[in-house]
């Protein structure tokens, strides 16, 4: 630690230096507004001609920089630019933070701001702010302290992460993967070579959907038996520091693990293998099951008519669209012999397998790096050079 000092994040960092000019050379771009990306995953890019895009589209950014939501720090909307394509524009709602690298490795500086004690202070900033929402100004973020090893130090830090970052996102793609394999196997099996004589059930027959609990009515006893609470949101971006609580107290039916199939059936409807953490069901979410049908089959067919529940969804005149228990009636399923469906099993199952045993190993990884990464960024472990 002796070799380590502290320094002003602002002595080693330029932010918000690049913006849309008049000699910016493209007329369309792609667009990064904030709620696009959470902890360096992008969700989506938006393709706007220059002249009709939002007026907040006007940040550039370059390999190596990093951008960080000004507004609700804890939503972890972060990540670091790799290799941008050239046309890429991002919201002034971010900052965005260019490291001097003589002295500052760009991806040591992306993982000091990533973890949890960053987040939750320069979210304690935000929300003393005057502005109408929790919200932080780029000298917020060049006010903050850290120390500082050497770059050689730094540069191997920050490639221990990296490399357990890089076999999640591996872990991920391979999943990714797997399930498209799977999904063509469904498509063959069940679109183009279905036969006549098979026999037709209504989706609500072959599973049980399990609708979750209001769980603001199961608060937690105490510190020990409590578990997150899996709500939509949590479907999508997985169990954060933001999410509810509820007790333990309750059927263990409602409890949902990892490899259970959850069914989103308002606001947001999707179908997943949920792959985090023990968590407790709430409502507007199904966990589906079954005593007769492999874990593929019946995932696979609620994947299958998922576009046109969101269709149905759409059409209901509610502030929330939503599908009903009778439209799981109406969703039919065909279902082959159990000699055939034993054949396809033999096929269908280890890939849906694998994806479940993928989160695990993912799960595990995500949790090293929770407990690896504070120890690293104040040198509480020590690392070879």
């Given at each position: ?38 902890c360096n995953r992008i969700d989506s890019l938006q393709t706007y001609k220059l002249n009709e895009a939002p007026s907040r589209a006007k940040r550039l950014v370059k390999n190596g920089d990093i951008i960080y939501s000004s507004v609700r720090p804890n939503q972890l909307h972060y990540g670091f630019i790799e290799n941008p394509i050239e046309n890429l524009v991002v919201s002034t709602g971010f900052v965005v933070i260019t490291c ?286």
């Amino acid at each position: 630690m002796s070799e380590w000092k502290e320094v002003i994040l602002g002595d080693v960092i330029d932010t918000n230096t690049q913006s849309i000019g008049r000699e910016y050379p493209y007329s369309e771009i792609k667009y990064l507004d904030t709620g696009s990306i959470t902890c360096n995953r992008i969700d989506s890019l938006q393709t706007y001609k220059l002249n009709e895009a939002p007026s907040r589209a006007k940040r550039l950014v370059k390999n190596g920089d990093i951008i960080y939501s000004s507004v609700r720090p804890n939503q972890l909307h972060y990540g670091f630019i790799e290799n941008p394509i050239e046309n890429l524009v991002v919201s002034t709602g971010f900052v965005v933070i260019t490291c001097k690298k003589e002295a500052l490795e760009p991806q040591f500086l992306y993982y000091f701001l990533s973890q949890e004690s960053t987040t939750e202070y320069l979210h304690s900033i935000a929300e003393a702010s005057t502005s109408t929402y929790p919200s932080l100004k780029p000298s917020d973020i060049e006010a903050l302290e850290l120390l500082l090893p050497s770059i050689q130090v730094q540069k191997t830090i920050a490639s221990i992460l990296r490399s357990i970052d890089d076999k999640i996102n591996l872990l991920k793609r391979q999943s990714f993967v797997l399930e498209k394999l799977a999904e063509i196997l469904f498509k063959k099996w069940f679109l183009e070579e279905a036969k006549e004589e098979w026999n037709e059930l209504p989706l609500s027959k072959i599973a049980v959907f399990l609708n979750g609990l209001a769980c603001q009515k199961f608060p937690p006893k105490s510190e020990i038996d409590k578990l997150p609470v899996l709500k939509i949101k949590e479907l999508s971006s997985g169990i954060t520091e933001n999410s509810d609580w509820a007790s333990t107290d309750i059927k263990p039916e409602y409890i949902v693990r990892n490899g259970d199939v959850i069914f989103a059936w308002s606001a947001s409807l999707m179908v997943k293998i949920w792959e985090g953490q023990d968590c407790i069901l709430n409502q507007h979410l199904f966990k589906v099951t079954s005593a007769d049908y492999p874990k593929w089959f019946y995932y696979l067919w609620c994947k299958h008519h998922l576009a046109e529940f969101i269709s149905i969804a759409a059409s209901h005149a509610t502030t929330m669209g939503h599908i009903k228990r009778g439209d799981l009636d109406e969703a039919k399923v065909l279902i082959p012999s159990p000699d055939e469906l034993a054949v396809m099993t033999e096929q269908a199952e280890p890939l849906i397998q694998k994806i479940i045993e993928n989160n695990i190993q993912i799960n595990t990884l995500i949790k090293l790096r929770y407990s690896l990464l504070p120890k690293l960024m104040s040198g509480e472990v020590t690392v070879e050079i």
